[in-house]
């Protein structure tokens, strides 16, 4: 049976979007489908029209079309009610296909703590910043915009008017769309997981047999150094601390760890790991550095990536975000031991963010890996949180090798930072959990042992020294 919104069936409201178009925006909100709602064209401007076919749907992305060929808009994943209370939605966030052709949509998210719109009978808002069907008519007004530098100066979104639609506010089209997690088929029908992942307690135990015995393949190297790179809030100091909880036998918080907006680490740091609180250093040591950042003189700096790979800094050295490391003459003069190199570089990615990724930082991230190319280290990719990019990891993770959505993420992940997909691995970091957890353990240890498997390979490739 057919769906009935007033007069008009579900199914014969056609989409401007185009496939493509729909694709990346699904991308940035996860394993969904997009149910059209609403259409100014057939259904009006007026907003108790919108609302009548919009209002107790749940999260809804608007999309919004002007004469310039902008496509904008916005997600929230509160319903309209017409409460008339301001509404906290974290999810909230501005999207623009710009006038040129992008590889992914601009995407601008809602700031901490900020109202992400008004719930009241009017037209749809966002941030009380960017209107849409203002006055029942097709346009979309800009609240509290900066004369001078023509930017919007409330901070529930930052953005351009210019860049977001072209300074062109007359709407061609509007559209709502109902936003449905979608349930994976392969989960209901228990397909053959496209990896082999043995979820016991044997095998998580086998797993810290091999990583306690390991030893490096030189003898002038103790302890294996793995470099953690990537952005910030990613959850690379969160890698350190899961392992470390793990050997432990209880939840730890050694190092800094949280979601805040620029780095929490401002120090290089090397972390060995002890086998439980009396037990011995285990023989790898995990170097945390400064979360990357999109502009430049912010975040992590290349030459200083460049220093920590050739063992020139220091445990505790301070990242100087706007200078870069400067070694001795002393030390500079003669090149580090193998010991004080980094043997294997993993980058550390937020499943939820891979389709948000700018070209900025996938730039700069480029940029490391033809750097750690150059010096022979091997690299591999941790892709941290699945279980919140993906409702069927999140309720099992045991389906993370089954379903289709984060098998499409570890591809998207190994096309856009050019490594194999065999060096893409799912994880889920402590976070949030007092216990240790069986799956959990098995995805982080089989993670690490890779990472030992990699710095084998360099340190045979290296030779006797």
């Known amino acids: 049976?057919?769906?009935?919104?007033?007069?008009?069936?579900?199914?014969?409201?056609?989409?401007?979007?185009?496939?493509?178009?729909?694709?990346?925006?699904?991308?940035?909100?996860?394993?969904?489908?997009?149910?059209?709602?609403?259409?100014?064209?057939?259904?009006?401007?007026?907003?108790?029209?919108?609302?009548?076919?919009?209002?107790?749907?749940?999260?809804?992305?608007?999309?919004?079309?002007?004469?310039?060929g902008y496509i904008f808009g916005g997600y929230t994943s509160v319903d309209y009610t017409q409460s008339y209370h301001n509404i906290t939605d974290e999810s909230a966030f501005?999207?623009?296909?710009?006038?040129?052709?992008?590889?992914?949509?601009?995407?601008?998210?809602?700031?901490?703590?900020?109202?992400?719109?008004?719930d009241d009978a009017g037209g749809p808002n966002f941030g009380q910043q960017l209107y849409f069907c203002y006055n029942d008519q097709p346009v979309v007004y800009n609240q509290s915009v900066n004369a001078f530098s023509n930017r919007a100066v409330v901070n529930a979104f930052n953005f351009s008017p210019?860049?977001?639609?072209?300074?062109?506010?007359?709407?061609?089209?509007?559209?709502?769309?109902?936003?449905?997690?979608?349930?994976?088929?392969?989960?209901?029908?228990?397909?053959?997981?496209?990896?082999?992942?043995q979820w016991t307690a044997k095998?998580?135990?086998?797993?810290?047999?091999?990583?306690?015995?390991?030893?490096?393949?030189?003898?002038?190297?103790?302890r294996v150094r793995i470099l953690m790179i990537g952005p910030v809030g990613a959850g690379k100091s969160s890698f350190f601390n899961s392992i470390n909880s793990i050997f432990m036998g209880r939840i730890t918080s050694k190092a800094m760890s949280g979601s805040a907006g620029t780095s929490l680490t401002t120090q290089f740091r090397t972390y060995p790991v002890k086998d439980g609180r009396e037990g011995k250093p285990l023989p790898f040591v995990l170097c945390d550095t400064m979360g990357l950042e999109e502009q430049s003189g912010a975040g992590l700096d290349i030459e200083d990536i460049s220093s920590i790979l050739q063992g020139h800094v220091p445990d505790r050295y301070k990242f100087n975000p706007t200078s870069s490391f400067q070694p001795d003459e002393q030390k500079a003069s003669k090149p580090a031991s193998l010991q004080e190199k980094i043997h294997c570089v993993v980058y550390v990615i937020d499943a939820t963010k891979i389709s948000l990724m700018s070209d900025k930082l996938e730039g700069k991230l480029a940029d490391i890996r033809r750097k750690v190319n150059s010096l022979g280290i091997p690299q591999m990719v941790l892709m941290a949180k699945v279980d919140e990019a993906c409702p069927d990891v999140e309720e099992d993770l045991q389906n993370v090798y089954i379903t289709s959505y984060i098998k499409t993420?570890?591809?998207?992940?190994?096309?856009?930072?050019?490594?194999?997909?065999?060096?893409?691995?799912?994880?889920?970091?402590?976070?949030?959990?007092?216990?240790?957890?069986?799956?959990?353990?098995?995805?982080?240890l089989t993670a690490l042992q890779q990472m030992l498997n990699f710095a084998d390979d360099y340190l045979d490739d290296a030779g006797p020294v």
């Open 1 to 68: 049976m057919k769906k009935r919104l007033g007069n008009l069936s579900l199914d014969s409201l056609t989409s401007d979007l185009t496939k493509e178009q729909r694709k990346q925006l699904c991308g940035l909100l996860g394993n969904v489908e997009l149910t059209l709602l609403y259409k100014a064209s057939l259904h009006g401007y007026h907003a108790s029209a919108f609302h009548q076919r919009c209002d107790h749907q749940g999260p809804t992305l608007l999309v919004a079309y002007n004469r310039s």
């Open 94 to 118: 501005l999207f623009s296909f710009q006038g040129v052709q992008r590889s992914n949509p601009l995407c601008i998210k809602v700031n901490s703590g900020h109202t992400a719109r008004y």
């Open 162 to 197: 210019a860049t977001l639609h072209g300074n062109d506010t007359q709407l061609t089209e509007c559209e709502v769309y109902k936003v449905e997690q979608k349930k994976d088929p392969q989960i209901s029908a228990k397909v053959k997981p496209w990896r082999n992942v």
């Open 203 to 222: 095998r998580r135990d086998e797993l810290m047999k091999m990583i306690r015995n390991y030893k490096p393949m030189m003898t002038s190297v103790s």
């Open 409 to 444: 993420k570890v591809q998207e992940v190994s096309s856009r930072l050019g490594v194999p997909v065999s060096c893409v691995l799912p994880v889920k970091n402590y976070s949030q959990e007092l216990e240790l957890e069986l799956n959990c353990d098995v995805l982080l």
